[in-house]
């Protein structure tokens, strides 16, 4: 029975800004499609049934495990599930990302909106971090939990889908401050219970995916966001886990999201990783920074990008390596293992 959140991982104690032996890290979305043993599963079986199956999504977070020298894993699942347990129709639509059958429009819609306990509708992802964690008892590599923020969240459950300009989703912000002030309560709450619950289940790590918060202007997201975020981060962090804040075009907003909470800072790569350390401040760890689109690249440039990240983080304890965003379908696997590697052989020097 592991009833310890705690391991003494080198992520771990940059999440927590102590020294390193050597720079930790993992990559968003590490398990996925430009794995060959994630899409030999999709051949049988939907990304949801995946998702819902605990024993599947347990050998799903395991594969880039096996496969690279990651200092985290990250739960399999998806920002999404948490809107079915609301009342909304999820199906993810083959070649063309997630579809909400009945998305949010109305003072009514949003009435309507259930906040049920993550125990009752995600149960099959507490499961799945149960089952995660007996299979790295004894290894130094702590588990994340992870859930969308309220507003990713709201832009998806207003919009049906993914969106070019969140037309729907700022137009009930800006349009109905009211009604939208109502739906980001639920959000909250069913956000802060749900990363809650997974720290409770044994995440020892969380991280909070903002992906569309760039789209809002600084005062927008001051407004109609920050507080709500901020409240999901603070039922979060009661665990004394640490919490990772990520969101993607935030150049202009850094100071905010600092603002609304989070150990570490998720940036990506629209800045430079100083830049962004200094306007957050000494006081929180940083996450990030390498392109995505690099890993296409032949390993020379690769390698000179990857340094240069850890030229401007400098050493100073407090930093976790990622990409900006979510590793792509098609990246090589062999630049993966190369860049887990190479990070770690620099950053130990
Ligand atoms: O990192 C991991 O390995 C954990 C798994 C994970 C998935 N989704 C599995 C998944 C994580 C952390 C997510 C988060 C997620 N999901 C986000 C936030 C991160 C980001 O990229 O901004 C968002 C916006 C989503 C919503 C989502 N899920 C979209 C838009 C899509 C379709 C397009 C795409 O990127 O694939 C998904 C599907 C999805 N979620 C897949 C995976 C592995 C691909 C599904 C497949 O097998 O076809």
Same mark, same amino acid.
């Given at each position: 029975?592991?009833s310890?959140? !705690?391991?003494?991982?080198? &992520?771990?104690?940059?999440?927590?800004?102590?020294p390193?032996?050597?720079?930790?890290?993992? /990559?968003?979305?590490?398990? @996925?499609?430009?794995?060959?043993?994630?899409?030999? =599963?999709?051949k049988?079986? $939907?990304?949801?049934? =995946?998702?819902?199956?605990? !024993? %599947?999504?347990?050998?799903?977070?395991?594969?880039?495990?096996? *496969?690279?020298?990651?200092?985290?894993?990250?739960?399999?699942?998806?920002? %999404?599930?948490?809107?079915?347990?609301?009342?909304?129709?999820?199906e &993810?639509v083959?070649?063309?990302?997630?579809?909400?059958?009945?998305?949010?429009?109305?003072?009514?819609?949003?009435?309507?909106?259930?906040?049920?306990?993550?125990?009752?509708?995600?149960?099959?992802?507490?499961e799945?971090?149960?089952?995660?964690r007996?299979?790295?008892? +004894?290894?130094?590599?702590? /588990?994340?939990?992870? #859930?969308?923020?309220?507003?990713?969240?709201?832009?998806?459950?207003? !919009?049906?889908?993914? #969106?070019?300009?969140?037309?729907?989703?700022?137009?009930?912000?800006?349009?109905?401050?009211?009604?939208?002030?109502?739906?980001?309560?639920?959000?909250?709450?069913?956000? @802060?219970?749900?990363?809650?619950?997974?720290?409770?289940? $044994?995440?020892?790590?969380?991280?909070?995916?903002?992906?569309?918060? $760039? *789209?809002?202007?600084?005062?927008?997201?001051?407004? &109609?966001?920050?507080?709500?975020?901020?409240?999901?981060?603070?039922?979060?962090?009661?665990? @004394?886990?640490?919490?990772?804040? &990520? +969101?993607?075009?935030?150049?202009?907003?850094?100071? %905010?999201?600092?603002?609304?909470?989070?150990d570490?800072?998720?940036?990506?790569?629209?800045?430079?990783?100083?830049?962004?350390?200094?306007?957050?401040?000494?006081?929180?760890?940083?996450?990030?920074? %390498?392109?995505?689109?690099?890993?296409?690249?032949?390993?020379?440039? /690769?390698?000179?990008?990857?340094?240069?990240?850890?030229?401007?983080? +400098?050493?100073?304890?407090?930093?976790?390596?990622?990409?900006?965003? @979510?590793?792509?379908?098609?990246?090589?696997?062999?630049?993966?293992?190369? =860049?887990?590697?190479?990070?770690?052989?620099? #950053? #130990?020097?």
């Open positions: 029975m592991i310890e959140n !705690e391991t003494n991982s080198r &992520f771990l104690q940059a999440c927590r800004r102590q390193v032996d050597a720079t930790p890290i993992w /990559l968003m979305r590490q398990a @996925g499609r430009y794995m060959s043993e994630y899409r030999d =599963l999709r049988t079986y $939907g990304i949801l049934e =995946l998702i819902k199956t605990p !024993e %599947l999504a347990c050998e799903v977070t395991m594969q880039p495990i096996k *496969a690279f020298d990651l200092d985290a894993a990250i739960i399999f699942a998806d920002i %999404l599930p948490p809107l079915e347990g609301m009342g909304l129709e999820l &993810f083959k070649g063309e990302g997630p579809l909400i059958h009945n998305p949010v429009r109305t003072a009514a819609d949003v009435e309507a909106l259930r906040t049920p306990l993550p125990e009752d509708n995600l149960w099959f992802t507490l799945a971090i149960k089952l995660v007996q299979e790295l008892d +004894g290894r130094d590599i702590p /588990l994340i939990g992870f #859930s969308g923020a309220p507003f990713t969240l709201a832009s998806y459950a207003i !919009e049906g889908g993914s #969106s070019r300009n969140w037309r729907r989703a700022k137009e009930m912000m800006m349009g109905d401050p009211a009604l939208w002030h109502r739906l980001m309560v639920k959000l909250s709450q069913v956000v @802060g219970r749900y990363l809650l619950a997974q720290a409770q289940a $044994g995440a020892q790590v969380l991280q909070i995916f903002d992906s569309w918060v $760039g *789209a809002l202007s600084p005062a927008d997201y001051r407004d &109609f966001v920050l507080p709500y975020s901020r409240h999901a981060i603070e039922i979060a962090s009661q665990t @004394g886990v640490p919490v990772i804040h &990520f +969101g993607t075009n935030t150049n202009g907003m850094l100071e %905010l999201i600092r603002e609304a909470g989070g570490v800072i998720g940036v990506d790569w629209r800045i430079d990783l100083d830049v962004a350390w200094r306007q957050l401040g000494e006081e929180v760890a940083i996450q990030g920074n %390498l392109d995505p689109v690099a890993l296409f690249s032949p390993w020379p440039q /690769l390698k000179q990008r990857a340094q240069r990240i850890l030229e401007l983080a +400098g050493g100073r304890p407090g930093h976790i390596f990622n990409l900006g965003h @979510g590793i792509l379908p098609e990246t090589p696997v062999d630049n993966v293992r190369r =860049l887990v590697d190479f990070v770690h052989e620099y #950053s #130990s020097q």
